[in-house]
T-cell receptor, first 112, second 112 residues
Framework: DAGITQSPRYKITETGRQVTLMCHQT?????MFWYRQDLGHGLRLIYY???????DKGEVPDGYVVSRSKTENFPLTLESATRSQTSVYFC???????????FGPGTRLTVL | GEDVEQSLFLSVREGDSSVINCTYT??????LYWYKQEPGAGLQLLTY?????DMKQDQRLTVLLNKKDKHLSLRIADTQTGDSAIYFC????????????FGKGTRLSVIA
């Protein structure tokens, strides 16, 4: 299917575990983004990537790791999950950095 | 720094007009966007306006831009219950190398 997909859609994990959230887009967009959405904070940028093997920190990168070995995939890893990382995570892609962004459906992550 | 401000809540009656306001700080913004987020979903682009325009109309949607006051508004005519959602404004910059900056979102509730 064309578009941008995220998996899993829902995830429950425990403090200290490693979790990887997947993001896949079929448009060959250069830019990809990870956001977290929390009540009272709106959308906050975690990391973004301008192209394969190029990543950059956003507003709240601590505790997260990203990679971009292929243009179409942009996984987000929580190396040691904490309760404060309970959130809804959105992946997005765009042709240019400041261009229209297309969002995935989100992953709801709960850290117990 | 870049900052986008929105009121958090708006409640209107079905059939009335809704006006969602946004203020931004960077006068070099080139595009300003409105995104809609329905419950349990990702953000979807609703409309956008280029910074050299004052107004853009698209069916029930009217976007007004006051560059002097750095104020952007989204008017929804004949608001329907299906318009209930969170609306985000976002700005981008002339360089095109900076990710979009999002406001915290305005939750629109439509009362039947």
């Amino acid at each position: 299917d064309a578009g941008i997909t995220q998996s899993p859609r829902y995830k429950i994990t425990e403090t200290g575990r490693q979790v990887t959230l997947m993001c896949h887009q079929t448009w060959s967009h250069s830019y990809m983004f990870w956001y977290r959405q929390d009540l009272g904070h709106g959308l906050r940028l975690i990391y973004y990537s301008a192209a394969a093997d190029i990543t950059d920190k956003g507003e709240v990168p601590d505790g997260y790791v990203v990679s971009r070995s292929k243009t179409e995939n942009f996984p987000l890893t929580l190396e040691s999950a904490t309760r404060s990382q309970t959130s809804v995570y959105f992946c997005a892609s765009s042709e240019l950095s400041g261009d229209t962004q297309y969002f995935g459906p989100g992953t709801r992550l709960t850290v117990l | 720094g870049e900052d986008v401000e929105q009121s958090l809540f708006l409640s209107v009656r079905e059939g009335d007009s809704s006006v969602i306001n946004c203020t931004y700080t960077d006068s070099s913004s080139t595009y300003l966007y409105w995104y809609k987020q329905e419950p349990g979903a990702g953000l979807q682009l609703l409309t956008y306006i280029f910074s050299n325009m004052d107004m853009k109309q698209d069916q029930r949607l009217t976007v007004l831009l006051n560059k002097k006051d750095k104020h952007l508004s989204l008017r929804i005519a004949d608001t329907q219950t299906g318009d209930s959602a969170i609306y985000f404004c976002a700005e981008t910059f002339q360089s095109g190398n900076t990710p979009l900056v999002f406001g915290k979102g305005t939750r629109l509730s439509v009362i039947a």
